[in-house]
């Protein structure tokens, strides 16, 4: 099936977000935001032009794009469903045709939010029969074809054909038969339309003595139907693809059409038991065809195939069908759900996406953290020795610090167990030193980290690009001796960076001989897949300005941004989906003005702010949970009230709230309020929501992290940390 273009529009968060070529966003929508209206009441015949003349000459600007007038051969009276980016419009529409006393008339519809794909119609219609009437002489011989065509073993052209019982006859043209026989006579139905009297005795025994032929149900070639049919299916809208299977076998002559637009596929589905003339009376059947894809890495399908086998079975009595792809080079598995209904297929999805999410290991009370994995190289071989044992797939997350598991649930004990003796056997103290600074990261990536790696061996430290660390997996004296180095009072000879980069080095982990599943990009560097993924998962939480995924090879130096098409391409479909939820969620940090949090527990979607001057605050009547909330103060609805009054009526609970906040030690970002919490580190902070940069002594807020650094040092003596005299090289 092919891969149809992808509109780079996501729902995400109750919105629906368009992005470009590279993930930013463009713009941002939600269901409230439009209001969809039906117009009955206008000619048949008419054309969305005329339509978009209507409405507009009524006060209201409509673009012919979302306007369609069904065209369906069963509904007396002619509608039209016109969408427009107002939510108020299809109300005020109403009210102005009755003022006018139009003969037009209009009703608001809900607007339903997409969970599947639903741009691909089937298209099937009855191939061209006849009859055929066997005249036999003898009745048991009769009989005998006629049970042989019934049981499938007599086929006319591959076909099966039905045949009545013998009957005693006259002769159809006349005769009575010969003097020693009485004329028996079968009738065949389904008979191929232009199969000959020689197609029908092909393969039979005992020969018919005479057969005659009744006319076809229509004379047209499936391919001169196509085209008919191809026709009907583009008033309903453009196509992106049409496709008639070969038909050698069945009944029916079967199409398959994508549209380049849901609604259009939707309408096209009036087409449905529909006469076509070029059929004569045989009817169109086309169905919507609700499809879910999701792209994972080989191995950790074949590590849950048998979990998603036993999930599918049970999609068949709901008529879900699982379809599963290799792409070329077997990195990556497709699977593909289908069915009828596409509330089943969005819960097959469902299914399927916590299926391969994978489980977080735990030693029964705790999180089993993931750093000594990243940083201890024997323990890392032991980790993927244990996955190859129990055919098993161990993600490590670098960012969360903990291990993803996916396989088998009864396999599970076993390896917590085996993964809990390696911890033991591996043990060491592990040190980080967070590179806050872009020039403390800039030494590092230019040679830095090389130095304190021939200083203290590769197996020590590690160099952890996308959480911006160098952790040293050792005693306290090379922590100190990296820290030494960094700060310039142990000189070792520094690599200058090379003139090319190293053939198949991973510019993450810097791993050369161990990539086991290689990810090359357009700009010629090679990753592990695990390390890439990683990187496209937390870009939001590396970018500094707007959201980007950049190339960190040749040193960091390389910066080339990918593009999604690219992305795609390389990583599996959930990580796919987090980049765009990534790109959402820091475009709503940076607008803390315009997006707000529904503040319902665990829902995360978001809502459209009303400024503080608006005099008529609206409700937000969260889709996901069942908060109501004002948009302008984000407090519970107080329809009879204002912001300022319905705050001072609650003002008590605010200085309760407040007096925690500052026993625990949070502090509210002054820039969009989000609460942070200080657990380690040096003092300056990066808000998560809105990217700026803090320093936690006196709150101040700046663009960027160097004006921070600075001002720690001039104003507070320094940044809180050990490398107060680190040397910027």
């Not at 592990?430 to 021939?454: C, M, N, P």
């Not at 527990?601 to 702010?609: E, S």
Request: proline share 4%; glycine share 6%.
């Amino acid at each position: 099936e092919p891969d149809l273009e992808d509109d780079l529009s996501r729902n995400i968060l109750g919105a629906t977000v368009k992005f470009n070529e590279v993930g930013h966003v463009l713009k941002v929508s939600f269901p409230t935001d439009f209001s969809l209206a039906c117009i009955r009441g206008f000619r048949p015949g008419s054309s969305p032009e005329a339509i978009v003349d209507i409405v507009r000459g009524l006060g209201f600007d409509v673009t012919i794009n979302w306007v369609r007038i069904s065209k369906s051969t069963t509904v007396l009276e002619p509608k039209a469903t016109v969408k427009v980016e107002d939510p108020l419009f299809a109300t005020e529409l109403c009210s102005r045709l009755m003022d006018q006393g139009s003969a037009l008339n209009a009703a608001p519809i809900s607007i339903a939010s997409r969970q599947t794909n639903c741009r691909k119609v089937h298209i099937s219609w009855h191939k061209s029969t006849r009859s055929a009437w066997l005249n036999f002489g003898n009745g048991e011989i009769a009989k005998r074809v006629a049970q042989n065509f019934n049981k499938g073993k007599y086929k006319c052209l591959g076909q099966s054909v039905r045949s009545s019982a013998p009957s005693k006859t006259p002769d159809r043209r006349g005769r009575s038969g010969s003097h020693n026989s009485v004329p028996w006579t079968i009738i065949l139905s389904d008979v191929p339309g232009y199969a000959s009297s020689e197609d029908i005795e092909t393969g039979m025994k005992n020969l018919p003595r005479h057969i005659e032929l009744g006319a076809s149900s229509y004379d047209a070639l499936d391919a001169e139907v196509s085209v008919v049919v191809r026709s009907q299916l583009e008033e309903h809208g453009p196509l992106e693809l049409f496709h008639l299977a070969p038909s050698h076998e069945g009944k029916r002559v079967k199409a398959t059409a994508w549209f380049i637009d849901e609604e259009d596929a939707r309408s096209a589905c009036e087409l449905n038991n529909g006469p076509l003339g070029i059929l004569k009376k045989g009817r169109l059947t086309v169905t919507l065809v609700p499809s879910a894809k999701i792209k994972v890495s080989a191995p950790i399908y074949l590590a849950l195939k048998t979990i998603i086998d036993e999930a599918s079975m049970t999609w068949k009595e709901r008529h879900l069908r699982l379809f599963v792809y290799q792409d070329a080079v077997s990195r990556f598995t497709t699977l593909k759900v289908e069915g009828d209904d596409a509330k089943d297929v969005a819960s097959a999805r469902k299914t399927l996406d916590d299926i391969l999410r994978g489980v977080v290991l735990t030693d029964g009370q705790h999180e089993i953290g993931s750093s000594l994995f990243n940083s201890n190289r024997s323990a890392y071989n032991k980790l993927k020795s244990t996955e190859k044992e129990f055919r098993i797939v161990i993600i490590r997350d670098k960012t969360k610090r903990h291990l993803l598991y996916h396989g088998a649930p009864e396999k599970m004990h076993q390896v917590v167990r085996q993964i809990t003796d390696i911890l033991r056997e591996e043990s060491s103290s592990i040190f980080e030193i967070a590179l806050y600074d872009d020039h403390q990261f800039s030494w590092t990536i230019r040679g830095g980290f090389k130095s304190i790696v021939q200083e203290l061996g590769k197996d020590v430290a590690v160099f952890d690009v996308v959480s911006r660390k160098i952790i040293i997996n050792g005693t306290q004296q090379q922590f100190d001796a990296a820290l030494s180095i960094m700060n310039g009072e142990h000189h070792v000879k520094t690599h200058t960076l090379p003139e090319h980069k190293s053939e198949g080095e991973c510019p993450i982990c810097l791993a050369t001989d161990d990539i086991e599943i290689p990810v090359e990009t357009s700009c010629k560097h090679t990753y592990c897949l695990e390390c890439f993924e990683g990187c496209c998962k937390h870009a939001a939480s590396t970018s500094t300005n707007q959201f980007q995924i950049k190339c960190a090879g040749d040193g960091g130096e390389c910066r080339k941004v990918f593009d999604l098409p690219e992305l795609k391409n390389h990583v599996s479909s959930s990580v796919f989906e987090d980049i765009f939820i990534s790109s959402f969620t820091e475009y709503i940090g940076r607008h803390p003005e315009d997006f707000h949090y529904c503040k319902g527990v665990d829902c995360g979607f978001v809502y459209r702010c009303t400024p503080a001057a608006n005099s008529k605050p609206l409700l937000y009547a969260c889709s996901n949970c069942p908060q109501r909330l004002c948009t302008s103060c984000h407090e519970d609805w107080h329809g009879g009230h204002t912001c300022a009054e319905y705050k001072d009526l609650i003002s008590g609970g605010y200085e309760a709230l407040e007096n925690l906040i500052m026993e625990l030690g949070i502090k509210a970002c002054p820039k969009c309020k989000t609460l942070m919490e200080k657990t380690e580190g040096c003092n300056h902070m990066s808000c998560l929501a809105c990217k700026a940069h803090i320093c936690w002594v006196c709150m101040a807020v700046f663009e960027t992290s160097k004006p921070c650094y600075d001002h720690m040092s001039e104003v507070h003596g320094g940044i809180g940390l050990g490398l107060a005299n680190f040397a910027f090289q």
